[in-house]
């Protein structure tokens, strides 16, 4: 292949392989984690269940949106592609500042405290455990990527397989097997019994469904496949996620879910003893691992975009041939992923601490792109679209009016570390007067082609 076209994206996913990697992601991230928290916020063990359902309802509905886009306008800058053709280069920019500061570096310290939390029910090391975990593994995992040793698609698949095979002996366990003697748990009501908190968790954890628009620029026939990633990795999803949650909540039922820091090993624990609790616990660390690789690996991509649109920051922009790969801009955002799980330890529970910092300004991001249907059918009306969202407007006008209230949730029941996800945000305003003009910005090596792209 010439030299010029390295950094040109090559369609070489099939549909399974993009269903796979986006299975692969969202599974990773927080079904581990989050449920102890729904059931926090939820009165009735219906109620549990009924937003796991929900949840997987609208995560349909956006991804028939981004269907559309995606097919529209297959790209590797996924959003920022999006919403720079809706909105302008500004906005693009500061959406590229968003991710790069507060919602891909809350996720890597997110999913880096999710493994911290399960690998210290293995190897304990205090209180501050997961934190110390959390930030071992951003170091560990920022080098090796800046070293140059990238994920490869044949692993991440082998990855996936053993996060499903987890999360499908948990469901067989929870629906078939019988506990033993459980130890007894006080009953806890609902803190707040907010079911627009506990929305914003079961939201989080199927999370990550839209980095497939991300996938365009190498899935192939991707204006004619891409609507079929999204539509069957949603319903894999949902499927997984439900089974899951009412296999948790038939072995330590809504107390003892909401009692529980690690509810997989807990469950195993209670139905296969120790040993099922650490191998449970092991395929976790295992499946945080790789979801926290490929979100290191794509993330650095996008302080690598910023800093080619951008006339500050010109070292973050380069490109290391050596490893191929942004190692400034990695070196960038692991340090402000520590920073994260710096802040995140000195709160009671990191992991939600992350949750409150990035879900206001992810929900305003996502509204923004729900509008770009639109906002592009109106400024392209002659645009022949190879895939339309069903029931147009009402479909996208759902998504819009579901992430305008989780913004508002976002803001109404999190605490004050949404208040300095959004200040992060509004620093970054200062950066669209650096921008760059022309095309200098928009090489074949550019962001937008380079920004996010899949682990080959």
Known sequence: MPAHDRTVPQASLSVFDAVTIMVGLVVGIGIFRTPSIVAANVESELAFIGV???GGIVTLIGALCYAELSAAHPHAGGEYHFLSRAYGKPMAVLFGWARASVIQTGAIAGVAFVLG???ARIFPLGAHGPALYAGLAIVVFTGINVAGTLQSKTLQVVITMVEIGAVVAIIAFGLFGSPGSAPEVEALAPGSAAIGMAMIF????????????????????????IARVLVLGTVVLTALYVLTNIALLSILGLD???????????????????????????????????????TIFTGGRVYFAMARDLTLMPRIGEWDERGSNPANGLIAQGIVALALVGMGAATRNGFQAMVDYTAP????????????????????????????????????????????????????????????????????????????????????????????????
């Open 52 to 54: 796991w359902v929900a």
């Open 117 to 119: 939390d399960y690998a």
């Open 202 to 225: 079961v939201l989080l954890t199927y999370g990550g469904w839209n980095e497939a628009a991300y996938l365009t620029g190498e899935l192939k026939d991707a204006p004619r496949n």
């Open 256 to 294: 003892g879910l909401r009692a529980s820091e690690a509810v997989a090993a807990d469950m195993m624990g209670l139905v296969a003893g120790p040993p099922g609790a650490l191998i449970v616990s092991l395929a976790i660390v295992v499946a945080a691992v790789s979801t926290l690789n490929a």
């Open 361 to 456: 300004v992810f929900w305003g991001f996502l509204l923004l792109t729900g509008i770009a249907v639109f906002v592009l059918r109106l400024r392209e009306p002659k645009r022949v679209l190879p895939y339309k969202v069903p029931l147009y407007p009402l479909t996208p006008i759902l998504f819009c009016l579901t992430c305008a209230y989780m913004l508002h949730a976002s803001l109404a029941y999190t605490g004050v570390s949404a208040l300095i996800g959004l200040a992060v945000l509004a620093a970054g305003l200062p950066l669209l007067f650096f921008r760059r003009t022309g095309e200098k910005g928009h090489s074949k090596s550019s962001p937008a082609r380079t920004a996010v792209t899949a682990p080959d």
